[in-house]
């Protein structure tokens, strides 16, 4: 059995991902590796293929290499028993319907995918809720925040323009603590499969938020603030990863 992660045009950084992935799956015998639009097309994910992620990003371009054939391979492959696991972008674009910054007319975007492995709308940012600037890609948009589960337990995770699952036809596995209790992790069956979405970045502890810290960055102080408050609470963040992944 093998995970692969997504890594093609739109894509950010995936290696935090990856190492983490391996970290946890590699005691179980499990390889990790990547795969682009065109090895989708070409039908790599089979019956060997045992999760499917799709992480942080941006879902125009995810659209336009898998619109069509992509989509639908994938899809194939969850009604057949795959696991597709959305992170941050990859859960927008997994849902029927994405809403970002609708209020923000330079950065809105409404629309559907294509992808429908989950009904209702993918939501975001919530940079309101958490007293954020809107969507960018520096730490001014990112902070350190607090998923809730059911069963009382309270776990630390990167927020980085994540959505929220509105109107879901999912099981809410976990909810944000500091937005009002709005949806953060769901889970649900497609055909044989399982679809499990994810608006944060639980993958992300300190070492990632800090590898690219240095005097000249613009938004150096968020960014030294959110790597000093996972420092804190890495373990629990951790604890948060290993939950998770027990649900593939």
Request: charge should be neutral; charged fraction near 25%; aromatic fraction near 12%.
């Amino acid at each position: 059995m093998k995970i692969l992660i997504y890594r093609d045009y739109g894509c950010a950084d995936v290696s935090s991902l990856y190492q983490e992935l391996t970290s946890y799956f590699a005691p179980k015998q499990t390889e990790v590796g990547f795969t682009d639009a065109a090895e989708i097309k070409a039908g790599i994910l089979d019956k060997k293929i045992k999760a499917f992620f799709l992480g942080g990003g941006a879902g125009n371009p995810f659209m336009q290499k898998l619109k069509g054939e992509g989509n639908d391979r994938i899809r194939a492959y969850v009604a057949n028993g795959g696991t597709y696991f959305g992170i941050c972008a990859g859960a927008y674009y997994a849902c029927r319907n994405v809403v970002f910054e609708a209020d923000i007319p330079e950065l809105r975007i409404e629309n559907q995918c294509g992808l429908n492995l989950a009904e209702g709308r993918a939501v975001g940012t919530l940079y309101k809720e958490f007293q954020l600037l809107p969507y960018s890609l520096t730490a001014f948009s990112a902070r350190v925040v607090h998923v809730c589960f059911d069963d009382g337990e309270v776990y630390p995770t990167l927020y980085h323009g994540g959505p929220y699952f509105d109107q879901t036809d999912g099981v809410v596995l976990a909810r944000y603590q500091e937005a009002e209790g709005k949806a953060a992790l769901i889970e649900k069956r497609f055909g044989e499969g399982k679809v499990i979405l994810s608006g944060v970045h639980f993958e992300d502890g300190e070492q990632t938020l800090r590898r690219n810290i240095h005097a000249l960055r613009c938004d150096r102080v968020p960014a030294e603030q959110n790597a000093d408050q996972m420092r804190t609470v890495e373990l629990r963040r951790k604890a948060l990863f290993d939950r998770v992944m027990h649900l593939i």
